[in-house]
């Protein structure tokens, strides 16, 4: 492998874990985004957002696997992940309560995500 190609390499490789912290820090602004909402609407709105919440954290799930797979060909730490998972975690339990019309489980959803740092 020539210099060259080598440099070229890395260029890649870097770009490429830049893509996936631009992808990380889109999934905690669209949970950002979804708890904002929560705070402010009641219910009966929330059930109507379009997409729902529900699709919202589906669609996160994708991306988060998406991510798995990008992160283990990049080798980035997997404890960024692990966070990564508990936030869309609390994001589905903020979506359930809003399905569920349940005002209290909404509430500790939002407490929940009010405690994480990047929210």
Do not use: H
Not at 57 to 73: C, F, M, Q, T, W
Request: glycine residues 2%; proline residues 3%; aromatic residues 6%.
């Amino acid at each position: 492998m020539t210099k060259d190609s080598e440099e070229a390499i890395k260029i890649l490789l870097k770009r490429a874990v830049n893509r996936f912290n631009d992808l990380y820090s889109a999934i905690l602004g669209e949970i950002s985004a979804m708890l904002k909402k929560a705070k402010l609407l009641p219910i009966p709105e929330l059930q109507r957002n379009n997409p729902t919440f529900s699709d919202t954290v589906s669609e996160l799930k994708l991306y988060r696997d998406l991510s798995i797979v990008v992160a283990d060909l990049l080798k980035i730490d997997k404890n960024i992940l692990k966070e990564l998972n508990l936030y869309i975690d609390l994001a589905d339990t903020l979506a359930k309560a809003i399905d569920a019309d349940d005002y209290d489980a909404l509430c500790g959803a939002i407490s929940a995500l009010d405690e994480k740092p990047y929210i």
